[in-house]
């Protein structure tokens, strides 16, 4: 059985940092393509990121020169290294993987506020 973990979360200040975590369980994250998503309120879930199999990644426009995307195949977790905050990054991230069939974790919730 998958499972996805996510954990890292928190309320930061505008141009802060956060890294968030995604272990995986039942999964061999390095061997698909692992992703995450947010959802700020109101709003439609939306990619953020994505690592191949490969190792190549992939970023959203909003994103691209802040966030970093990567993994660690030894502990089979993903992460997201999140510089440069800013409040419309505040949402709900969420992991993704495909394994067989596609999971997501619970989300961790990233609250960017002065």
């Known amino acids: 059985q998958v499972h996805l973990v996510e954990s890292g979360g928190g309320l930061v200040q505008p141009g802060g940092s956060l890294r968030l975590r995604c272990a995986g369980s039942?999964?061999?994250?390095?061997?698909?393509?692992m992703a995450w998503y947010r959802q700020a309120p109101g709003k439609q879930r939306e990619l953020v990121a994505n690592?191949?199999?490969?190792?190549?990644?992939n970023y959203a426009d909003s994103v691209k020169g802040r966030f970093t995307i990567s993994r660690d195949h030894a502990r089979n977790t993903v992460f997201l290294q999140m510089n440069s905050l800013k409040p419309d990054d505040k949402a709900v991230y969420y992991c993704?993987?495909?394994?067989?069939?596609?999971?997501w974790g619970r989300g961790t919730l990233v609250t960017v506020s002065a």
């Open positions: 690592i191949t199999s490969g190792g190549n990644t």
């Open positions: 993704n993987g495909y394994w067989r069939n596609n999971f």
């Open positions: 039942g999964i061999i994250i390095s061997r698909t393509t």
